[in-house]
């Protein structure tokens, strides 16, 4: 294969991924909390070594090394709803699943099960800094969650909401439900700044990530146009060089 195929080739398999980030980001952008993503690549600089050329030519081959997440905050949406959550500034909620593992989420749009325990939309338990799951008897009726994470009803006082941050957020592996998952210590956050009856919204913006999958899209079939282009002007060179061989 000639080396202007290699080089549209690697770009158009870094459009094919990124175009798979894109999409991802738009199916999101309602989704609590969620942090939109990006691509990273690197251009990869050769000498050619082709004798065609008198003096040296360099050739730019294209590869995506990462994804990387946007981590700014997102809107502030208010609910009314006291089991909504939103976080102000660093922090994540902590929540246990069954296995026993830690996972760490911003979407705060918690219920109540049928036992009484504050648990994720999927179910999950909600952990204080004690690292206990919180309870609320049937008449606690009045719901108050202080913006340091404190958790109260008209009975009294209950716990306070365990937010943590880590060192590297980048490096936090994104799993199902808006959960996160890392091998990375987790600090508390001192001073947590917690909204009760809000949400966080995703921090996607739709009309940026439609305007990029129209570049995307318009780049990959750019590109495709010139691989076929390409093969077609071997194919004649073959066929013409054939000929002169013949005669």
Do not use: C, W
């Amino acid at each position: 294969m000639e080396t202007t195929s290699y080089i549209a080739l690697s770009r158009q398999a870094a459009l094919r991924r990124e175009m798979t980030v894109v999409s991802n980001n738009i199916a999101n952008m309602n989704t609590t909390g969620y942090k939109g993503e990006r691509m990273m690549f690197v251009d990869h600089l050769e000498r050619s070594r082709s004798g065609d050329f008198i003096a040296d030519q360099k050739l730019n081959f294209v590869r995506d090394v990462a994804s990387y997440r946007n981590l700014e905050e997102g809107n502030i949406q208010q609910t009314g709803n006291p089991l909504d959550l939103a976080i102000h500034g660093e922090g994540y909620f902590v929540v246990q699943t069954p296995d026993g593992e830690q996972q760490y989420t911003r979407g705060g749009s918690l219920r109540l099960d049928e036992n009484g325990q504050l648990v994720t939309q999927g179910g999950l338990p909600v952990l204080t800094d004690a690292n206990t799951p919180i309870f609320f008897a049937p008449e606690d009726t009045k719901i108050e969650i202080a913006s340091d994470g404190s958790v109260s009803t008209q009975n009294g006082a209950i716990g306070k909401l365990q937010v943590v941050r880590f060192e590297n957020e980048q490096d936090m592996q994104r799993v199902e439900n808006g959960l996160y998952t890392t091998e990375q210590p987790a600090e508390a956050v001192e001073a947590p700044t917690v909204a009760q009856g809000a949400l966080e919204q995703s921090n996607v913006q739709a009309i940026l990530e439609m305007s990029r999958m129209i570049q995307v899209n318009r780049s990959y079939k750019s590109i495709q146009n010139l691989i076929q282009k390409e093969d077609e002007r071997l194919k004649k060179a073959i066929a013409e060089l054939a000929k002169v061989q013949q005669s």
